[in-house]
C-alpha cells in the first residue's frame, strides 16, 4: 500500500466529498422537486376541499336561519306549551348550565326531554316537574329543592346580577 502524505489525504477527502455532493444533486434533485411538487398541489387541492365543504356549510347555515326568521318576521305566536316541539324550536337555545343543578350533561337530558330554553323551566306545571324528575333520575323534589324555575325566571328577565347574588 502506498504511502500517502497529509496533503494528499486532503485532496483525496476533498474529491471524494466533490463526487459525494455532485452525485446527491445531479441524481436527486429532480426527485427531491417531484415530491415537493406533488405535495404541495395535494395541500392546495386539500384546501379547495376545505374551503368547499366550508362554503356549502355556511350556505346551509345561511338557509337556515332564513327559515328560522320566516316565521318569526310573519308574526306568528309560537304555541304556549312548557316544551319547546320541533314546530315551535328556534334552533337556539339558553345556556341552562348556568342554573345551579344543571351540568352539561344535565342540560343534554333537558334537550333530550325538548326544554331548551329558561321559559321552558319557569312555564313547567308541578306534574311536569315530578316527570321531568323522574326522567332525568333525580330524587323528588329537586328541581323545587334546587328552585330551577327561580332561577329561570330571573335569567330569562335579563337579571342576571340579581341571580349571581342570589344563586352564586
Not at 5 to 15: G, M, N, Q
Not at 48 to 71: C, D
Request: without cysteine.
Amino acid at each position: 500500500m502506498p504511502a500517502f502524505t497529509t496533503t494528499e489525504w486532503a485532496i483525496l477527502f476533498l474529491v471524494l466529498l466533490l463526487g459525494w455532493l455532485l452525485g446527491l444533486i445531479s441524481r436527486s434533485g429532480k426527485k427531491w422537486r417531484r415530491l415537493y411538487e406533488s405535495e404541495r398541489d395535494a395541500r392546495a387541492e386539500e384546501q379547495r376541499e376545505h374551503e368547499v365543504a366550508l362554503s356549502a356549510a355556511n350556505a346551509r347555515i345561511a338557509e337556515l336561519e332564513r327559515g328560522r326568521v320566516a316565521p318569526a318576521a310573519a308574526g306568528a305566536p309560537l304555541a304556549g306549551t312548557a316544551t319547546s316541539t320541533p314546530d315551535t324550536l328556534d334552533l337556539t337555545h339558553d345556556d341552562l348550565t348556568r342554573i345551579r343543578g344543571i351540568g352539561r350533561s344535565g342540560e343534554r337530558r333537558l334537550n333530550a326531554e325538548g326544554i331548551y330554553r329558561y321559559s321552558d323551566l319557569v312555564a313547567l306545571t308541578p306534574a311536569q316537574e315530578a316527570s321531568l324528575e323522574h326522567k332525568l333520575g333525580a330524587d323528588d323534589g329537586y328541581i323545587e329543592q334546587e328552585q330551577w324555575r327561580e332561577q329561570a325566571a330571573l335569567l330569562d328577565a335579563g337579571r342576571q346580577d340579581e341571580h349571581r347574588a342570589r344563586f352564586g
